[in-house]
């Protein structure tokens, strides 16, 4: 059984900054690559941020500049530093990594179960 755990959501000002992470836990062999992703009510999940095992970084247009993510492959942790924060950036937060499981010879897609992040004006 593998699980992924979101925290640091919350309720924040616009113009200011919070800091997700999430952890795999579980029987892990190896993780390949870690995302956020988000769902604003009544809208499609969109992608925010990839990272790869590497470290190597992929982001949506609307994160460029003001978002962050990075993984800490020692602790099975991805985060997301988000800054200067918009009330457009008000979702749930969903983490998502692709993970083979010990003894297991493919990967799947595991989410987390979200955490909310509202950006008041």
């Known amino acids: 059984q593998v699980q992924l755990a979101e925290s640091g959501g919350g309720l924040v000002q616009a113009g200011g900054s919070l800091r997700l992470s999430c952890t795999a836990s579980g029987s892990i062999f190896r993780i390949n690559a870690m995302g956020w992703y988000r769902q604003a009510p009544g809208k499609q999940r969109e992608l925010v941020a990839t990272?790869?095992?590497?470290?190597?970084?992929n982001y949506a247009d609307s994160a460029k500049g003001r978002f962050t993510i990075s993984r800490d492959n020692a602790k099975n942790t991805v985060y997301l530093q988000m800054n200067s924060l918009k009330p457009e950036d008000t979702a749930v937060y969903y983490c998502n990594a692709d993970i083979r499981r010990a003894g297991d010879t493919y990967a799947l897609h595991y989410w987390g179960q979200g955490t909310q992040v509202t950006v008041s004006s």
């Open positions: 990272i790869t095992s590497g470290g190597s970084t």
